[in-house]
């Protein structure tokens, strides 16, 4: 993300002030969001959030959950393109858990839910297919590598976290390889990189790029 927002991970934010109504084409969706200022990208979807939905394949997935989820842009897109799988989304900013409950409903999404947690403190033994994310930089590799960390006791055999970053931000998929022992670079768009990592995938325990 690398914009300057600490309010984006605050578990007490500033009382939002003024309201956004954010339109969105993607895939063939048409998806409105209610966002305010007290959520990072507060008046369009981040050009990152929407490398990281272009990116997504998810046909055999059952359950994703999208970390970090802001107002949620990218798992009520989810939700919306795949229709048959369960979304949860987790974000530790209670206003932008509000307005994902809004959008959720503006949206008519029947398969999505949000919860008011410290990344998987909520989560319990829940395990996933795939975990996604658009990472809040401005909180540091403290919160980030704790999150790629956890990311591994919540994914299945053979699920995979997928992150979307600024081109030149390279711990984090340094992090990713550490933990599953490989990191894909599964896409290059308008200065982003999208990097994928498989729980116990076979092999590969070097950051690879499908590009080249």
């Known amino acids: 993300m690398g914009q300057r927002a600490s309010h ?45 939905i272009d990116s997504l394949e998810l046909p055999d997935s059952r359950e994703v959950l999208d970390m970090g989820c802001g107002y949620g842009a990218i798992g009520i897109a989810i939700a919306k393109l795949y229709p048959a799988i369960k979304v949860t989304m987790v974000d530790v900013n209670p206003a932008a858990v509000k307005l994902v409950r809004e959008n959720i409903e503006r949206n008519d999404v029947k398969n999505a839910e949000v919860l008011h947690s410290d990344l998987y403190s909520l989560l319990g033994g829940r395990s996933f297919d795939a975990i996604v994310s658009n990472p809040p930089l401005a909180a540091g590799y403290k919160t980030i590598f704790p999150m790629i960390e956890g990311a591994f006791g919540h994914l299945r055999e053979g699920g995979f976290l ?51």
């Open 8 to 52: 984006y991970y605050d578990t007490k934010p500033a009382q939002p002030k003024r309201r956004f109504l954010i339109k969105l084409n993607i895939r063939g969706q048409f998806l409105e969001f209610a966002s305010s200022s007290g959520v990072f990208s507060k008046d369009k979807v981040d050009l990152g959030t929407i490398v990281l």
């Open 162 to 212: 997928q992150i979307v970053l600024r081109k030149g931000v390279n711990a984090i998929p340094r992090k990713m390889e550490d933990v599953f022992q490989n990191v894909t670079t599964v896409s290059k768009k308008s200065g982003y990189r999208v990097f994928r990592s498989f729980k116990n995938a076979p092999g590969n325990a070097k950051i690879r790029d499908q590009h080249d």
